[in-house]
Protein backbone atom coordinates (compact mmCIF):
# COMPACT_ATOMS: atom_id res chain seq x y z
CA UNK A 1 0.00 0.00 0.00
CA UNK A 2 1.50 3.33 -0.73
CA UNK A 3 2.10 5.81 2.16
CA UNK A 4 -0.93 8.88 1.95
CA UNK A 5 0.70 12.18 2.13
CA UNK A 6 -0.45 15.78 1.82
CA UNK A 7 1.97 17.95 0.82
CA UNK A 8 1.60 21.88 2.18
CA UNK A 9 4.35 23.76 0.09
CA UNK A 10 5.37 27.42 -1.55
CA UNK A 11 6.75 26.69 -4.90
CA UNK A 12 9.37 27.62 -5.27
CA UNK A 13 11.71 25.53 -7.85
CA UNK A 14 12.90 22.85 -5.62
CA UNK A 15 9.47 22.76 -3.62
CA UNK A 16 8.29 22.00 -7.51
CA UNK A 17 11.29 19.02 -8.01
CA UNK A 18 9.91 17.98 -4.41
CA UNK A 19 6.25 17.89 -5.61
CA UNK A 20 7.36 16.15 -9.37
CA UNK A 21 9.62 13.21 -7.81
CA UNK A 22 6.55 12.18 -5.21
CA UNK A 23 4.47 12.56 -7.99
CA UNK A 24 6.86 9.99 -10.00
CA UNK A 25 6.65 7.11 -7.32
CA UNK A 26 2.56 6.01 -7.38
CA UNK A 27 4.08 2.41 -5.93
CA UNK A 28 5.63 4.45 -2.73
CA UNK A 29 3.30 7.47 -2.38
CA UNK A 30 -0.27 8.35 -2.46
CA UNK A 31 -0.44 12.10 -2.75
CA UNK A 32 -3.85 12.82 -1.39
CA UNK A 33 -3.51 16.60 -2.18
CA UNK A 34 -1.19 19.57 -2.51
CA UNK A 35 -1.79 22.75 0.01
CA UNK A 36 0.19 26.52 -0.96
CA UNK A 37 1.32 28.46 1.29
CA UNK A 38 2.58 32.11 1.41
CA UNK A 39 6.39 31.52 1.71
CA UNK A 40 8.91 32.35 -1.21
CA UNK A 41 6.07 34.02 -2.87
CA UNK A 42 3.05 34.91 -1.89
CA UNK A 43 0.45 32.35 -1.93
CA UNK A 44 -1.54 33.78 -5.34
CA UNK A 45 1.50 32.95 -7.23
CA UNK A 46 2.40 29.53 -5.09
CA UNK A 47 -1.69 28.19 -5.35
CA UNK A 48 -0.76 28.88 -9.16
CA UNK A 49 2.69 27.18 -9.47
CA UNK A 50 1.12 24.79 -7.46
CA UNK A 51 -1.10 23.85 -10.67
CA UNK A 52 1.37 24.39 -13.13
CA UNK A 53 3.74 21.82 -11.70
CA UNK A 54 0.70 19.35 -11.21
CA UNK A 55 -0.35 19.52 -14.70
CA UNK A 56 3.62 19.16 -16.01
CA UNK A 57 3.65 15.95 -14.15
CA UNK A 58 1.04 14.67 -15.94
CA UNK A 59 -0.99 13.98 -12.77
CA UNK A 60 -3.86 16.31 -13.18
CA UNK A 61 -6.45 14.17 -10.76
CA UNK A 62 -4.58 15.10 -7.73
CA UNK A 63 -6.53 18.56 -6.04
CA UNK A 64 -4.53 22.17 -5.09
CA UNK A 65 -6.09 24.08 -2.64
CA UNK A 66 -5.02 27.36 -0.89
CA UNK A 67 -4.08 27.97 2.83
CA UNK A 68 -3.01 30.82 4.73
CA UNK A 69 -1.60 34.15 2.91
CA UNK A 70 0.74 35.41 5.60
CA UNK A 71 2.50 34.01 8.55
CA UNK A 72 0.36 33.85 11.86
CA UNK A 73 2.06 36.90 13.70
CA UNK A 74 4.72 38.76 11.31
CA UNK A 75 4.76 40.24 7.93
CA UNK A 76 5.15 37.53 5.42
CA UNK A 77 8.97 37.71 4.09
CA UNK A 78 9.39 36.73 0.65
CA UNK A 79 12.40 35.85 -1.48
CA UNK A 80 11.73 36.63 -4.92
CA UNK A 81 15.66 37.40 -4.50
CA UNK A 82 16.53 33.52 -5.36
CA UNK A 83 13.35 32.33 -7.07
CA UNK A 84 12.12 34.96 -9.29
CA UNK A 85 8.98 37.37 -9.34
CA UNK A 86 6.75 34.13 -9.77
CA UNK A 87 8.37 32.49 -7.25
CA UNK A 88 8.97 29.34 -10.40
CA UNK A 89 11.21 31.31 -13.11
CA UNK A 90 12.68 29.69 -15.54
CA UNK A 91 10.67 27.31 -17.52
CA UNK A 92 7.82 28.58 -19.38
CA UNK A 93 5.08 26.68 -18.04
CA UNK A 94 1.46 27.38 -19.37
CA UNK A 95 -1.25 28.74 -17.09
CA UNK A 96 -3.00 26.08 -15.01
CA UNK A 97 -6.30 24.61 -16.44
CA UNK A 98 -6.88 22.95 -13.38
CA UNK A 99 -8.69 24.62 -11.09
CA UNK A 100 -8.05 25.77 -7.67
CA UNK A 101 -10.11 23.66 -4.96
CA UNK A 102 -12.86 26.07 -2.99
CA UNK A 103 -12.73 24.58 0.52
CA UNK A 104 -9.34 26.57 2.66
CA UNK A 105 -6.07 24.66 2.33
CA UNK A 106 -6.15 24.82 6.45
CA UNK A 107 -10.07 23.17 6.62
CA UNK A 108 -8.66 20.50 3.74
CA UNK A 109 -5.66 19.27 5.65
CA UNK A 110 -8.07 18.94 8.84
CA UNK A 111 -10.96 17.04 7.49
CA UNK A 112 -9.09 14.86 5.68
CA UNK A 113 -7.01 13.57 8.74
CA UNK A 114 -10.20 13.46 10.63
CA UNK A 115 -11.61 11.20 7.64
CA UNK A 116 -9.12 8.85 7.15
CA UNK A 117 -7.30 6.60 9.23
CA UNK A 118 -5.51 7.52 12.57
CA UNK A 119 -1.79 7.26 11.65
CA UNK A 120 -2.01 6.47 7.71
CA UNK A 121 -1.86 10.42 6.62
CA UNK A 122 1.85 11.55 6.77
CA UNK A 123 2.12 15.81 5.62
CA UNK A 124 5.34 16.70 3.73
CA UNK A 125 5.90 20.54 4.39
CA UNK A 126 8.08 22.22 1.91
CA UNK A 127 7.75 25.95 2.89
CA UNK A 128 6.65 27.85 6.17
CA UNK A 129 4.47 26.03 8.65
CA UNK A 130 1.58 28.26 9.40
CA UNK A 131 -0.97 26.01 7.16
CA UNK A 132 0.08 23.30 9.93
CA UNK A 133 0.17 25.39 12.92
CA UNK A 134 -3.55 26.59 12.49
CA UNK A 135 -4.88 23.58 11.72
CA UNK A 136 -3.28 22.28 14.70
CA UNK A 137 -4.92 25.39 16.51
CA UNK A 138 -8.32 24.77 14.97
CA UNK A 139 -8.82 20.95 15.66
CA UNK A 140 -5.68 19.80 18.43
CA UNK A 141 -6.79 16.54 17.85
CA UNK A 142 -5.25 16.34 14.70
CA UNK A 143 -1.69 15.94 16.07
CA UNK A 144 -2.59 12.31 17.30
CA UNK A 145 -4.06 10.98 14.07
CA UNK A 146 -0.74 12.18 12.02
CA UNK A 147 1.50 9.25 10.94
CA UNK A 148 4.36 11.71 10.80
CA UNK A 149 5.42 15.22 9.78
CA UNK A 150 8.27 15.29 7.78
CA UNK A 151 9.76 18.81 6.59
CA UNK A 152 12.30 20.81 4.95
CA UNK A 153 13.22 23.06 7.55
CA UNK A 154 15.81 24.55 10.12
CA UNK A 155 19.32 23.78 10.39
CA UNK A 156 21.83 23.48 13.06
CA UNK A 157 25.43 23.20 12.06
CA UNK A 158 24.75 25.04 9.14
CA UNK A 159 22.86 27.87 11.45
CA UNK A 160 21.13 30.26 8.79
CA UNK A 161 20.40 31.25 5.37
CA UNK A 162 17.86 34.19 5.18
CA UNK A 163 19.82 35.75 8.54
CA UNK A 164 23.10 34.45 10.20
CA UNK A 165 20.68 32.53 12.88
CA UNK A 166 17.74 31.22 10.86
CA UNK A 167 16.62 28.90 7.69
CA UNK A 168 13.86 30.57 5.62
CA UNK A 169 11.03 28.20 5.98
CA UNK A 170 11.29 28.37 9.96
CA UNK A 171 12.04 31.95 9.88
CA UNK A 172 8.98 32.96 7.60
CA UNK A 173 6.87 31.65 10.65
CA UNK A 174 8.71 30.91 13.90
CA UNK A 175 5.38 30.96 15.93
CA UNK A 176 4.05 28.16 13.69
CA UNK A 177 7.22 26.25 13.80
CA UNK A 178 6.42 26.84 17.47
CA UNK A 179 3.51 25.10 17.42
CA UNK A 180 4.14 22.67 15.49
CA UNK A 181 7.02 21.68 17.12
CA UNK A 182 5.44 21.20 20.47
CA UNK A 183 2.26 19.23 19.41
CA UNK A 184 3.25 15.84 19.89
CA UNK A 185 3.23 14.02 16.44
CA UNK A 186 6.31 12.24 15.28
CA UNK A 187 8.25 14.74 13.31
CA UNK A 188 11.82 14.64 11.04
CA UNK A 189 13.34 17.37 9.93
CA UNK A 190 15.73 17.73 6.99
CA UNK A 191 17.67 20.65 7.49
CA UNK A 192 20.49 22.85 5.70
CA UNK A 193 22.53 20.10 7.68
CA UNK A 194 21.44 17.73 5.00
CA UNK A 195 20.07 19.72 2.12
CA UNK A 196 23.84 21.81 1.43
CA UNK A 197 25.08 18.22 1.26
CA UNK A 198 22.69 17.87 -2.06
CA UNK A 199 24.39 20.29 -4.51
CA UNK A 200 23.62 20.41 -7.90
CA UNK A 201 26.58 20.37 -9.88
CA UNK A 202 26.80 21.01 -13.34
CA UNK A 203 27.19 17.05 -13.84
CA UNK A 204 24.23 16.10 -12.22
CA UNK A 205 22.59 19.20 -13.81
CA UNK A 206 22.94 18.06 -17.23
CA UNK A 207 22.30 14.56 -16.62
CA UNK A 208 18.31 15.81 -15.90
CA UNK A 209 18.57 17.92 -19.11
CA UNK A 210 19.62 14.58 -20.66
CA UNK A 211 16.60 12.98 -19.50
CA UNK A 212 15.21 14.70 -22.59
CA UNK A 213 11.57 14.22 -21.38
CA UNK A 214 9.96 17.77 -20.65
CA UNK A 215 9.71 17.46 -17.69
CA UNK A 216 14.19 17.19 -17.34
CA UNK A 217 13.90 20.49 -19.01
CA UNK A 218 12.11 22.05 -17.31
CA UNK A 219 13.36 20.73 -14.20
CA UNK A 220 17.09 21.89 -15.67
CA UNK A 221 15.63 25.84 -16.71
CA UNK A 222 14.37 25.70 -13.21
CA UNK A 223 17.16 24.77 -11.11
CA UNK A 224 19.92 26.65 -13.35
CA UNK A 225 17.59 30.26 -12.51
CA UNK A 226 17.03 29.63 -8.91
CA UNK A 227 21.03 28.09 -8.17
CA UNK A 228 22.79 31.54 -9.55
CA UNK A 229 21.81 33.33 -5.98
CA UNK A 230 23.29 30.79 -3.71
CA UNK A 231 26.35 29.58 -6.42
CA UNK A 232 27.14 33.21 -5.74
CA UNK A 233 26.46 33.19 -1.56
CA UNK A 234 28.45 30.02 -1.00
CA UNK A 235 30.73 29.94 -4.02
CA UNK A 236 30.34 25.97 -4.08
CA UNK A 237 30.46 23.94 -7.15
CA UNK A 238 26.44 23.44 -6.84
CA UNK A 239 23.32 24.66 -5.13
CA UNK A 240 21.86 23.09 -2.48
CA UNK A 241 18.65 21.35 -3.43
CA UNK A 242 16.22 21.77 -0.34
CA UNK A 243 12.68 20.07 -0.51
CA UNK A 244 13.14 16.99 -2.47
CA UNK A 245 14.78 15.80 0.28
CA UNK A 246 11.45 14.88 1.59
CA UNK A 247 10.27 12.85 -0.67
CA UNK A 248 13.30 11.41 -1.24
CA UNK A 249 13.60 10.49 3.02
CA UNK A 250 10.03 9.26 2.47
CA UNK A 251 10.91 6.73 -0.25
CA UNK A 252 14.93 5.71 0.52
CA UNK A 253 15.06 6.88 4.60
CA UNK A 254 18.21 5.04 4.74
CA UNK A 255 19.90 7.77 2.63
CA UNK A 256 20.23 9.46 5.51
CA UNK A 257 21.32 9.88 9.13
CA UNK A 258 20.44 11.78 12.39
CA UNK A 259 19.83 11.27 16.03
CA UNK A 260 16.20 11.93 18.11
CA UNK A 261 16.75 14.84 20.32
CA UNK A 262 14.93 18.03 21.01
CA UNK A 263 14.24 20.97 18.68
CA UNK A 264 12.73 24.33 20.05
CA UNK A 265 12.38 27.18 18.02
CA UNK A 266 13.24 30.52 18.77
CA UNK A 267 10.72 33.49 18.71
CA UNK A 268 11.30 36.00 21.50
CA UNK A 269 14.72 37.79 19.88
CA UNK A 270 15.44 40.07 17.48
CA UNK A 271 18.09 38.81 16.11
CA UNK A 272 17.95 34.95 16.24
CA UNK A 273 14.19 34.82 15.77
CA UNK A 274 13.37 31.88 13.65
CA UNK A 275 16.73 30.00 15.09
CA UNK A 276 16.12 26.12 15.30
CA UNK A 277 17.70 25.47 18.70
CA UNK A 278 18.45 21.60 18.40
CA UNK A 279 19.84 19.72 21.35
CA UNK A 280 21.72 17.63 19.38
CA UNK A 281 23.85 16.40 22.42
CA UNK A 282 21.00 15.73 24.38
CA UNK A 283 22.65 18.56 27.53
CA UNK A 284 18.68 19.81 28.15
CA UNK A 285 17.15 16.77 28.99
CA UNK A 286 14.42 17.93 27.03
CA UNK A 287 11.91 15.72 25.48
CA UNK A 288 12.95 14.11 22.02
CA UNK A 289 10.24 15.61 19.49
CA UNK A 290 12.37 15.27 16.30
CA UNK A 291 14.53 13.21 14.17
CA UNK A 292 17.06 15.27 13.37
CA UNK A 293 18.68 14.46 10.11
CA UNK A 294 22.19 15.71 9.81
CA UNK A 295 23.98 13.80 6.67
CA UNK A 296 22.59 12.40 3.60
CA UNK A 297 24.04 10.61 0.25
CA UNK A 298 23.93 12.78 -2.53
CA UNK A 299 25.07 10.34 -4.60
CA UNK A 300 22.26 7.79 -4.32
CA UNK A 301 19.70 10.69 -3.43
CA UNK A 302 20.36 12.06 -7.48
CA UNK A 303 20.62 8.37 -8.73
CA UNK A 304 17.05 8.79 -7.22
CA UNK A 305 16.15 11.53 -8.53
CA UNK A 306 16.96 11.25 -11.85
CA UNK A 307 15.41 7.64 -12.01
CA UNK A 308 11.54 9.24 -10.41
CA UNK A 309 12.17 12.20 -13.01
CA UNK A 310 12.37 9.87 -16.09
CA UNK A 311 8.91 8.44 -15.78
CA UNK A 312 7.37 11.73 -15.93
CA UNK A 313 6.01 13.31 -19.48
Known amino acids: MPRKIIIDTDPGQDDAVAILMALASPAELDVLGVVAVAGNVGLHHNSTNARK ?10 PVYAGCPRPMRRHLVTAEHVHGETGLNGPELPAPKIPLQIKHGVDYIIDTLMAEEKGTVTLCTLGPLTNIAMALIKEPAIAERLAEIVMMGGAYFEVGNITPAAEFNIYVDPEAADVVMRCGAPITMLPLDVTHQMQSTPARLQAIRDLGNRTGTAVYEMLTFSEGFDLNKYGWEGAPLHDPTVIAYL ?3 ELFEGRHCN ?6 SELTAGMTVV ?3 HVTGKVRNVNYLRSGDAERFYALLLERLARLP
Open 53 to 62: VIELSGRNEV
Open 251 to 253: LQP
Open 263 to 268: VSIETA
Open 279 to 281: DYW
